[in-house]
């Protein structure tokens, strides 16, 4: 069975055939074109591309927006206030209300802290200039490679 995932809401589609990429789907100016298997068919409307071939087309999912707030493209746990990037320690750094002095670091950090390494999100600046650490990075799964 042959699925058209939208990249590009009605203009372009990728076919699949389960994980295969076979072919693409894209509007042009006379209606749809189908390119697959080396042969190209055309189609005036997507109506009849999807009676006339075994075609069966995804809904196109709409990006969610991001959940919370980013310094320098990192997640923060509070809004950022004075939000800038310290090029000396190389970190993303907020405040957590526009009067505070106690700077954060956005995204996740592997701390090592008495021995003992533990992935911390957000931690105060202090914590990361007292302690060895790795990051930051942008999910908590980014130290599995480690």
């Not at 991001?66 to 809004?79: R, S």
């Not at 750094?93 to 954060?104: D, E, G, L, R």
Request: net charge positive; proline share 4%.
């Amino acid at each position: 069975m042959v699925t058209a995932k939208p990249i590009v809401k009605n203009k372009f589609w990728i076919l699949r055939d389960e994980q295969r990429k076979v072919g693409t789907v894209e509007k042009s100016t006379n209606g749809f074109i189908v390119t697959m298997n080396n042969q190209q068919s055309e189609y005036k409307t997507i109506t009849k591309l999807k009676n006339e071939s075994n075609i069966t087309f995804e809904e196109f999912a709409k990006q969610q927006k991001k959940k919370g707030f980013e310094v320098h493209g990192f997640l923060t746990k509070h809004k950022p206030y004075n939000g800038i990037y310290n090029v000396q320690d190389r970190l993303p750094i907020y405040t957590a209300n526009k009067k505070s002095k106690s700077w954060y670091a956005a995204g996740y950090y592997q701390i090592t802290i008495n021995g003992k390494t533990k992935v911390h999100f957000c931690p105060k600046v202090i914590l990361l200039k007292r302690y060895s650490y790795i990051g930051p990075v942008k999910s908590p799964d980014g130290f599995t490679y480690l």
